[in-house]
């Protein structure tokens, strides 16, 4: 049944205001770090800048090294997010193809993981990493208790499930193995949630904050979140050098989400439609 004109007309009306709403304080964010510190400083705060100056990122950058912690939680993120990607796979494809005893004790044992909250497991991942490990100021420490993920073998156990067994068995017919069918067959077919767990995990490994402050004290390997709150302390009312940093935090998420947008949609999306 079609909408009627005035019903579409207000759902579109409804939907350029939640917009509006959302994409709001990431304009005024670009808009502060292109603005002068005049302009931050006026009160009511003006929808645009009198002048832009794109001077401040450049001063954002000598503040502290921004470029240099952008590259390291951008290498901390790819490791992290490949090693879910492959890991995942695995366990899923284990857990929905291959049979063997207590399969479902074990994958509620392993579902029961996320249960646990990460405050718990802060403390004996910082001794086992910087204690007896000692991996402290690197990218083994900082990556080795992320590795894994219980949520992503959960969604791609549930993936490979709908995948049809009969395609599985005549697979094994036609003489494929279990990691050719893996390869060749079973992730290609679950590229959407593939997709999907990659944003998520590169963009909670990205944002992490707490744990990256434990583990380095070089500050030629700290990440994006530590120096942003480096910049504000060093430069607490330069919110338009502040801002200037948080543009450029930004762009490798907006340019994840440019290039995974339309997997990421496909992969919120599947099986919610039979048929």
Same mark, same amino acid.
């Given at each position: 049944?079609?909408?009627s004109i005035p019903n579409q007309t207000l759902l579109y009306v409804v939907l350029v205001i939640a917009a509006v709403i959302v994409l709001f304080p990431l304009y005024q964010a670009v808009v502060t770090s292109l603005a002068s510190e005049a302009d931050v400083?006026?009160?009511p705060p003006k929808i645009l800048p009198t002048n832009f100056r794109l001077e401040? $990122?450049?001063e954002a950058m000598n503040t502290a090294p921004?470029? +240099?912690y952008l590259l390291n939680s951008i290498i901390q993120a790819s490791i992290v997010t490949i090693s879910h990607l492959i890991l995942a796979s695995l366990a899923a494809y284990a857990f929905a193809f291959i049979e $063997? +005893? $207590?399969?479902q004790f074990f994958f509620l044992l392993f579902l029961s993981t996320m249960m646990i909250p990460w405050e718990a497991t802060i403390i004996p991942n910082y001794l086992t990493i910087v204690n007896e490990l000692r991996l402290k100021d690197n990218f083994i420490g900082l990556t080795l208790p992320y590795l894994a993920t219980a949520f992503g073998t959960f969604m791609l156990r549930q993936f490979f499930m709908s995948i049809p067994r009969d395609l599985y068995d005549a697979a094994v017919i036609d003489g494929c193995g279990r990691i050719r069918f893996l390869i060749t067959i079973a992730m290609p077919l679950a590229r959407p949630a593939l997709g999907t767990l990659a944003v998520f995990s590169f963009l909670q490994t990205?944002?992490?904050y707490l744990w990256p402050l434990l583990v380095t004290n070089d500050k030629n390997m700290r990440t994006v979140q530590i120096g942003l709150a480096l910049l504000q302390d060093q430069e607490r009312f330069l919110w338009n050098i502040v801002m200037a940093g948080v543009v450029m935090i930004l762009l490798p998420t907006f340019i994840l989400f440019i290039v995974g947008n +339309?997997?990421?949609i496909r992969g919120l999306t599947a099986g919610a439609v039979k048929g």
């Open positions: 049944m079609k909408r400083s006026n009160y401040n $990122f450049g921004i470029l +240099r $063997f +005893r $207590f399969k990205y944002n992490q +339309r997997q990421l």
